[in-house]
């Protein structure tokens, strides 16, 4: 069966440090990965979503970027933390067609 | 451009009671339709999809949904709350075309379940 994982589970960091989430999909090949954020009682908002290793679409102008080295691994980075880059930060893998899978979410607080 | 619209963004009900959670979409054409709930500080977890076929979809732990394209709408209903299902639901919905399937969610129901 397919698990995704995300790391840390939780995070503080000033701002102006940088910042790299990872999330690592098991048991398949070839996954779309996506990368959501979700601020403080509000929805998820779609920040990054790569169809493969190398190739990465940006949904929204941003202090982020996000890399897909291998297959299955999807990295989301930031080399100086803003404030308003604190939330909820979840990945989520799908095979293409239908629904997507999410992993346990990381939680970001930028002090 | 697809987009999703959640009514109520907090909801109460009575354990033993009905839980509606209203969600309409607006699309081209019919999209693929999802349910997601979310506990808290927890990834959001599958509970139902419409895709094609029958309109009235089960889901996971009692829910069900039925897409209706008049209406433009896909509500979630639980005949019969537990305590359990207290947490955050969000409804969501997906191109039928692309290589990417991209989803965008509604702003979520909030679902309170009080004893």
């Known amino acids: 069966s397919q698990t995704i994982h995300q790391w840390p589970a939780t995070l503080v960091q000033p701002v102006g440090s940088p910042l790299s989430l990872e999330c690592t999909v098991e048991g398949t090949s070839n996954p779309n990965l996506y990368w959501y954020r979700q601020a403080a009682g509000r929805g998820l908002q779609l920040l990054f979503y790569?169809?493969?290793?190398?190739?990465i679409s940006s949904e929204v102008p941003q202090n982020l970027s996000a890399s897909r080295p291998q297959d299955r691994q999807f990295i989301l980075s930031s080399k100086k933390l803003l404030l308003s880059d604190s939330g909820f930060y979840l990945c989520?893998?799908?095979?293409?067609?239908?629904?997507?899978?999410f992993g346990p979410g990381t939680r970001l607080t930028v002090t | 451009a697809q987009s999703v619209t959640q009514l109520g963004s907090h909801v109460s009900v009575s354990e033993g009671a009905l839980v509606l959670l209203r969600c309409n979409y607006s699309?081209?054409?019919?999209?693929?339709l999802f349910w997601y709930v979310q506990y808290p500080n927890q990834g959001l977890q599958l509970l139902l999809k419409y895709t094609t076929g029958a309109t009235l979809v089960k889901g996971i732990n009692g829910f069900e949904a039925e897409f209706k394209k008049s209406e433009t709408s896909f509500h979630l209903t639980k005949p019969s709350a537990h305590m359990s299902d207290a947490a955050e639901y969000f409804c969501a919905v997906s191109p039928t075309s692309g290589s990417a399937r991209q989803l965008t969610f509604g702003s979520g129901t909030q679902l309170t379940v009080l004893p």
């Open positions: 790569s169809v493969g290793i190398g190739q």
């Open positions: 989520a893998w799908s095979g293409g067609i239908y629904e997507q899978y």
């Open positions: 699309s081209s054409v019919p999209p693929y």
